[in-house]
Nanobody
Framework: QVQLVESGGGSVQAGGSLRLSCTAS????????MGWFRQAPGKERERVAT???????TYADSVKGRFTISKDNAENTLDLDMNSLKPEDTAMYYC??????????????WGKGTLVTISS
């Protein structure tokens, strides 16, 4: 089992920045892929960014150039640096982990989420 706990959400104005963090515990060595997803009210959950154990990354087109995903294997943490935030980035953000299947990475474990609210 793997447990994921997100932190760092909050409310900022458009153009601002936030850093989300996810702390993983349990059998983290078995996770080949981790990522951030988000779900806005009334919308489907979407993949924001993923990172593989070798450092490979993918990003949704809507966040490319603004968001950066990173992973600290020693600390078992996953971060998402979000810059130039827009009101449309408002959503619940979830950390997730997968045993493999890069780049699709069908996630096996999920955190409970952290809320990000961007005001215009």
């Amino acid at each position: 089992q793997v447990q994921l706990v997100e932190s760092g959400g909050g409310s900022v104005q458009a153009g601002g920045s936030l850093r989300l963090s996810c702390t993983a515990s349990g059998y983290t060595y078995s996770m080949d892929c981790m990522g951030w997803f988000r779900q806005a009210p009334g919308k489907e959950r979407e993949r924001v960014a993923t990172i593989r154990s070798d450092g490979s990354t993918t990003y949704a087109d809507s966040v490319k150039g603004r968001f950066t995903i990173s992973k600290d294997n020693a600390e078992n943490t996953l971060d998402l640096d979000m810059n130039s935030l827009k009101p449309e980035d408002t959503a619940m953000y979830y950390c997730a982990a997968s045993r493999g299947g890069w780049p699709a990475c069908s996630m096996d474990y999920w955190g409970k989420g952290t809320l990000v609210t961007i005001s215009s």
